[in-house]
């Protein structure tokens, strides 16, 4: 089981933090997407279980910044400098192996849903 918290409404430009505890130890990449109205749910960001690689989708690239504490069984989302278009819901997931994926079917747990919204 995953809980998400964090998210809410945020001006363009600034900040936002996203965090996802995990019921138990993974050792399997963790992950987030997001999903806005009437489209379909893209890949955001990636991370092995090390925590020695991330991956990053272009449109976040620079902005976002992924990590992940197993100690707590936790995976963050640093949202920086955030535009509207990143106006979604938000979810994390546990990965179906260790290499970290960038297509839904790569995840086998989800979290719940955070939404974040960014105004103009």
């Known amino acids: 089981q995953l809980v998400q918290s964090g998210g809410g409404l945020v001006q363009a430009g600034g900040s936002l933090r996203l965090s996802c505890v995990a019921s138990?130890?993974?050792?399997?990449?963790m992950g987030w997407f997001r999903q806005a109205p009437g489209k379909e749910r893209e890949f955001v960001a990636a991370?092995?279980?090390?925590?020695?690689?991330?991956y990053y989708a272009d449109s976040v690239k620079g902005r976002f910044a992924i990590s992940r504490d197993n100690a707590d069984n936790t995976v963050s989302l640093q949202m920086n400098n955030l535009r509207p278009e990143d106006t979604a819901i938000y979810y994390c997931?546990?990965?179906?192996?260790?290499?970290?994926?960038?297509?839904?079917?790569?995840?086998?747990?989800w979290g719940q849903g955070t939404q974040v919204t960014v105004s103009s």
């Open positions: 997931a546990v990965g179906i192996s260790g290499n970290v994926g960038a297509r839904v079917i790569d995840y086998g747990s």
């Open positions: 138990g130890r993974t050792y399997n990449a």
């Open positions: 991370i092995t279980w090390s925590g020695n690689f991330a």
